[in-house]
């Protein structure tokens, strides 16, 4: 049998009293690449990698809460030492809820993949081809890496998949009362599920590219609607939030066969809405969940449809207040409605549009085609409700404030509402308006406020002139980077030349409004860095205009390349930006991906400048997004607000020496100080000024070659001069010869590194920088 | 209305051990008591004001006085240095925090590990995660909050307070610790 799992011949003659079963038949798999050394890899067996990881990167806990409250010998109070019942430790502790995170971020990603593989099967079939077209060949970097499979046709995500959800069983057991109980181990299982998570997402968006015909990479793609303002309220409105294109598509379907295009207005919020794009560019984004009370409250939507993931959980409550009627699409959101999914289709609508306020209907084409007729025959009946007080009523609701300051502590963001109030008493509605921008939109303030007022809806129409206002262009998310881009830009971005790949991602929990995400791709964008983004950060870039009228997406160009301003897609979308660090591996540098994660995770780590910016992260998913860039070598910055939930980092010393150590393959694989690049794996910034700073120094790799360590180096010095007033006091650390310090300070420089008695880094002349953390390689890439 | 010793940050009830609260006397106390104190201030100095007088004023008063090494965290630095004030260091505050878990440490002027942190105008659910990590991981180390917020994993933090009570507290503290 040896023979047999080694692909050997054996003669079938030779065996006796043997019953033979035949199973699925399994076609020889093509050998397109030989495989790596961890194809599919186990719970267990990239540990070895992982370590190295957290050895430099230390994990760093800040625990949200003190208490383990998961069994019933609980609460179990861990403060300072104290152990649970079941022998738990505080670290060990916070590193578990982080593994539950990482598992429901890493669920919710598969569960959508699982979703739209059965849907678009049974649409199209398992024999639909994969194919981005002449400009992709490799069409799927992460599922190659990580399981060693090529898909070629859509049934072959399904093994992908069948992969995702094996490892994410096993990696939620370990979080088990009585299982894990090392931090580091929790660490690991961390990583390991998140990089999963990263699978799951690749998986999915490659099937709804597939299935829906989304732009493949086009760095041309449409410019389309967004914002509060967009909506023409004139038509029948359909609403659809959540992050599953499914039953969207079917409404654009059902709109086209009906012949109705263009008489309904088919809009979204969350990264529906951007998917919906992709798909119908006349479709419009109405805005994140951050928006999703301003929209449901203002009246706009004729039906509400909810598909998956970040939804308001208090949808239905919040729709009956305007009268809209609500389908729950998708098996994860049934809200307590009937479900009408084998019901007439006749019968389910003249419910609806007859004052029922939902239905649970788990058929997506139904859906489309019950969602379009609601919206038509109710929209006539709705026109003018809305959930909010009139403008002349606010001054009377602001003077029952009895000034308790309890909304301003249930704010996420400290917003000074009770100082708006005194204000908005005598008549001036400016401070209320001001709040709108950092508003989160989470309407805590209502449920705590003790005179029963809702501070989210006075802002919002204190703040409707300027709601009204809000219409903007974002470029429809394009999806993958083309190899054709990667050849382009691989040796920049490896030698530095391009200073940088920024990806602003994730969710819209901004300590100070979407407005910062903008201004922090503004600056890199034209400092000539690579600038992506992905779901709600995309949403929010556009969400700004320069004084020419232009957002960033009308000003920068779409393709991947140096000073670019690029919508990758949705959530799920993020799996590119990964895929585009692997690409540069394995088109520019032709390592061979397959089964080969650790190789090509320690080539991002050292030598492709990618840096993710999750400003507003709020979710479980952004939680497994960021720790799994970190499984690839890839850091992320969060905003404030991810110090909280989130409660662990991985952070590097750059005053222990000794931690920035690795193997200058070139060289000679003796240990080689390559300094303190990337800094950190995962870290929390306080302020925008800090984030951009610490972007810039994060850009930073070992193998940047002088002139790209010049750029890299130039930038990070401008920045932390121009935001925090003086020179940063590490950068010596990140100059290895002379000729890397910029020219303009050259001497002025020179002396000060003379002062502090720097040496140049010993490098034979003619030398490259050649660095791995793996010592199977330190005396060769074979 | 808020009581004293609440959470400013309503919801974010850590566990069973809380601080207690401070005032004036009682912090410029612990200040001139430590061996190897640090002054940590935060974004919020640069947002601050006072009639006339912002945070940073009183940042810097407070650093002058008790001659405490201070640590410019978020990009408070530029502040610092247009008002001629030197801190002693410019770090992120994820960085600083970092280090003073670190019992090996030695400290920002490298005379060893710190005994005391003193936090001021800090983001507070940031400075709040900040001395959750110090709370657990740092024994060796106390901790005091001047802001008009109560932190609950600080071991000694100001109360909840109103702009014009939080103004007198600095007062008294900028005045203790110039006078004793």
């Given at each position: 049998m040896e023979e047999l799992k080694k692909g050997g011949i054996f003669s079938i003659s030779d065996l006796k009293n043997v019953r033979i079963s035949i199973g699925e038949i399994v076609e020889e798999a093509e050998e397109w690449e030989p495989m790596g050394p961890h194809p599919m890899p186990g719970i267990a067996t990239l540990r070895n990698w992982d370590f190295k990881l957290l050895n430099r990167y230390k994990p760093f806990y800040a625990p949200f809460c003190d208490?383990?409250?998961?069994?019933?010998?609980?609460?179990?109070?861990?403060?300072?030492?104290?152990?649970?019942?079941?022998?738990?430790?505080?670290?060990?502790?916070?590193?578990?809820?982080?593994?539950?995170?990482?598992?429901?971020?890493?669920?919710?990603?598969?569960?959508?993949?699982?979703?739209?593989?059965?849907?678009?099967?049974?649409?199209?079939?398992?024999?639909?081809?994969?194919?981005?077209?002449?400009?992709?060949?490799?069409?799927?970097?992460?599922?190659?890496?990580?399981?060693?499979?090529?898909?070629?046709?859509?049934?072959?995500?399904e093994d992908a998949l069948d992969y995702v959800e094996m490892e994410l069983t096993n990696c939620l057991s370990a979080a088990h009362t009585g299982q894990e109980g090392a931090f580091i181990d929790f660490e690991s299982k961390n990583l390991h599920v998140s990089m999963i998570d990263n699978l799951a997402k690749e998986i999915a968006d490659i099937a709804q590219i597939e299935g829906y015909k989304f732009p493949k990479g086009d760095p041309d793609a449409p410019l389309v609607e967004i914002g509060?303002?967009?909506?023409?309220?004139?038509?029948?409105?359909?609403?659809?939030?959540?992050?599953?294109?499914?039953?969207?598509a079917e409404m654009v379907d059902y709109l086209s066969e009906r012949g109705v295009e263009g008489k309904v207005e088919v809009c979204g919020m969350c990264c529906t809405a951007i998917d919906i794009t992709?798909?119908?560019?006349?479709?419009?984004?109405?805005?994140?969940?951050?928006?999703?009370?301003?929209?449901?409250?203002?009246?706009?939507?004729?039906?509400?449809?909810?598909?998956?993931?970040?939804?308001?959980?208090?949808?239905?409550?919040?729709?009956?207040?305007?009268?809209?009627?609500?389908?729950?699409?998708?098996?994860?959101?049934?809200?307590?409605?009937?479900?009408?999914?084998?019901?007439?289709?006749?019968?389910?609508?003249?419910?609806?549009?007859?004052?029922?306020?939902?239905?649970?209907?788990?058929?997506?084409?139904?859906?489309?085609?019950?969602?379009?007729?609601?919206?038509?025959?109710?929209?006539?009946?709705?026109?003018?409700?809305?959930?909010?007080?009139?403008?002349?009523?606010?001054?009377?609701?602001?003077?029952?404030?009895?000034?308790?300051?309890?909304?301003?502590?249930?704010?996420?963001?400290?917003?000074?509402?009770?100082?708006?109030?005194?204000?908005?008493?005598?008549?001036?509605?400016?401070?209320?308006?001001?709040?709108?921008?950092?508003?989160?939109?989470?309407?805590?303030?209502?449920?705590?406020?003790?005179a029963e007022l809702s501070p989210l809806s006075?802002?919002?129409?204190?703040?409707?002139?300027?709601?009204?206002?809000?219409?903007?262009?974002?470029?429809?998310?394009?999806?993958?980077?083309?190899?054709?881009?990667?050849?382009?830009?691989?040796?920049?971005?490896?030698?530095?030349?391009?200073?940088?790949?920024?990806?602003?991602?994730?969710?819209?929990?901004?300590?100070?409004?979407?407005?910062?995400?903008?201004?922090?791709?503004?600056?890199?964008?034209?400092?000539?860095?690579?600038?992506?983004?992905?779901?709600?950060?995309?949403?929010?870039?556009?969400?700004?205009?320069?004084?020419?009228?232009?957002?960033?997406?009308?000003?920068?160009?779409?393709?991947?390349?140096?000073?670019?301003?690029v919508n990758i897609g949705s959530c799920v979308s993020n799996a590119h930006v990964i895929g585009a660090a692997i690409k540069i591996a394995g088109i520019f540098a032709r390592r061979k991906l397959r089964g080969n994660f650790e190789e090509i995770a320690d080539y991002i780590l050292n030598r492709v400048g990618a840096c993710g910016v999750a400003w507003g992260a709020m979710s479980q998913k952004a939680a497994s997004i960021a720790t799994g860039c970190n499984r690839w070598g890839i850091p992320v910055i969060l905003g404030p607000h991810g110090s909280k939930a989130y409660r662990r980092l991985y952070l590097g010393r750059k005053d222990k020496e000794e931690d920035w150590y690795a193997y200058n393959v070139k060289v000679g694989g003796e240990p080689f100080y390559f300094g303190p690049a990337p800094e950190h794996l995962i870290y929390a910034a306080e302020?925008?000024?800090?984030?951009?700073?610490?972007?810039?120094?994060?850009?930073?790799?070992?193998?940047?070659?002088?002139?790209?360590?010049?750029?890299?180096?130039?930038?990070?010095?401008?920045?932390?001069?121009?935001?925090?007033?003086?020179?940063?006091?590490?950068?010596?650390?990140?100059?290895?010869?002379?000729?890397?310090?910029?020219?303009?300070?050259?001497?002025?420089?020179?002396?000060?590194?003379?002062?502090?008695?720097?040496?140049?880094?010993?490098?034979?002349?003619?030398?490259?920088?050649?660095?791995?953390?793996?010592?199977?390689?330190?005396?060769?890439?074979? | 209305m808020v009581e004293k010793d609440d959470p400013w940050d309503i919801a974010n009830v850590p566990g069973p051990r809380r601080g207690e609260i401070s005032t004036p006397a009682i912090a410029a106390r612990a200040i001139k008591d430590a061996k190897r104190p640090l002054f940590i201030v935060g974004s919020l100095a640069l947002e601050t004001e006072f009639n006339g007088k912002s945070l940073m004023d009183y940042a810097i008063e407070i650093a002058k006085e008790s001659k405490m090494?201070?640590?410019?965290?978020?990009?408070?630095?530029?502040?610092?240095?247009?008002?001629?004030?030197?801190?002693?260091?410019?770090?992120?505050?994820?960085?600083?925090?970092?280090?003073?878990?670190?019992?090996?440490?030695?400290?920002?002027?490298?005379?060893?590990?710190?005994?005391?942190?003193?936090?001021?105008?800090?983001?507070?659910?940031?400075?709040?995660?900040?001395?959750?990590?110090l709370k657990h991981f740092a024994p060796w180390l106390k901790t005091i909050t001047l802001c008009r917020f109560f932190y609950p994993n600080a071991d000694k933090s100001f109360p909840n307070m109103s702009d014009e009570e939080w103004e007198r507290y600095l007062n008294e503290l900028v005045e203790k610790l110039r006078r004793d």
């Open positions: 208490m383990c409250c998961l069994c019933t010998y609980g609460k179990c109070d861990l403060t300072c030492g104290k152990k649970g019942a079941c022998g738990i430790k505080i670290d060990a502790q916070q590193a578990r809820i982080v593994l539950i995170a990482c598992c429901i971020g890493t669920a919710a990603h598969a569960g959508h993949a699982r979703h739209l593989i059965d849907h678009l099967i049974e649409k199209y079939g398992r024999d639909l081809p994969i194919d981005f077209g002449p400009y992709i060949d490799i069409e799927a970097p992460i599922i190659r890496t990580v399981t060693g499979i090529r898909p070629r046709r859509l049934g072959d995500l509060l303002g967009v909506v023409d309220k004139s038509k029948p409105v359909v609403l659809c939030i959540g992050h599953n294109v499914a039953p969207g992709r798909y119908e560019p006349r479709a419009k984004i109405v805005g994140h969940i951050a928006q999703q009370l301003y929209a449901i409250r203002s009246g706009i939507a004729d039906v509400i449809v909810v598909d998956e993931q970040c939804v308001r959980t208090d949808v239905i409550e919040e729709a009956m207040k305007v009268k809209t009627p609500v389908i729950a699409s998708n098996d994860k959101i049934c809200y307590g409605l009937p479900d009408r999914t084998d019901d007439a289709t006749e019968e389910v609508i003249n419910d609806l549009v007859n004052g029922a306020p939902g239905a649970l209907i788990l058929d997506a084409e139904k859906v489309g085609e019950v969602a379009v007729e609601v919206a038509l025959q109710v929209s006539p009946k709705r026109a003018h409700f809305k959930a909010l007080p009139d403008r002349g009523e606010l001054k009377k609701l602001a003077e029952s404030c009895v000034q308790c300051d309890e909304c301003r502590r249930a704010c996420p963001n400290d917003l000074h509402i009770p100082d708006a109030m005194v204000a908005a008493a005598k008549g001036s509605f400016d401070k209320l308006a001001e709040l709108y921008e950092a508003c989160v939109g989470c309407a805590k303030c209502e449920s705590i406020c003790r006075m802002i919002n129409v204190a703040a409707d002139y300027k709601i009204k206002e809000e219409k903007y262009k974002v470029r429809a998310g394009r999806g993958p980077v083309l190899d054709t881009e990667i050849r382009n830009v691989g040796a920049p971005i490896v030698f530095g030349d391009i200073p940088g790949v920024i990806a602003y991602v994730g969710c819209p929990n901004y300590p100070k409004g979407g407005k910062e995400v903008a201004e922090m791709a503004d600056e890199f964008a034209k400092r000539g860095y690579i600038v992506v983004a992905t779901g709600c950060s995309a949403m929010d870039i556009a969400r700004y205009k320069d004084e020419e009228g232009k957002t960033l997406y009308e000003k920068y160009t779409g393709a991947f390349d140096r000073g670019c301003m302020t925008k000024e800090e984030a951009m700073v610490m972007t810039a120094k994060l850009c930073i790799r070992p193998s940047d070659n002088p002139r790209g360590r010049l750029i890299k180096l130039s930038n990070y010095i401008d920045l932390h001069e121009r935001l925090l007033g003086t020179m940063p006091d590490d950068w010596h650390l990140f100059v290895r010869d002379e000729s890397e310090l910029p020219p303009a300070r050259r001497k002025e420089l020179k002396m000060e590194l003379e002062k502090i008695g720097w040496k140049p880094a010993k490098m034979p002349p003619g030398k490259i920088f050649d660095p791995t953390n793996l010592e199977r390689f330190r005396n060769g890439w074979k | 090494p201070t640590v410019a965290v978020a990009h408070t630095l530029k502040e610092f240095l247009e008002k001629e004030f030197q801190p002693d260091a410019s770090m992120p505050i994820i960085n600083i925090i970092d280090r003073l878990r670190d019992s090996d440490w030695k400290g920002v002027k490298g005379e060893g590990q710190h005994d005391l942190v003193v936090f001021l105008g800090v983001l507070y659910y940031i400075g709040s995660q900040g001395l959750s990590t």
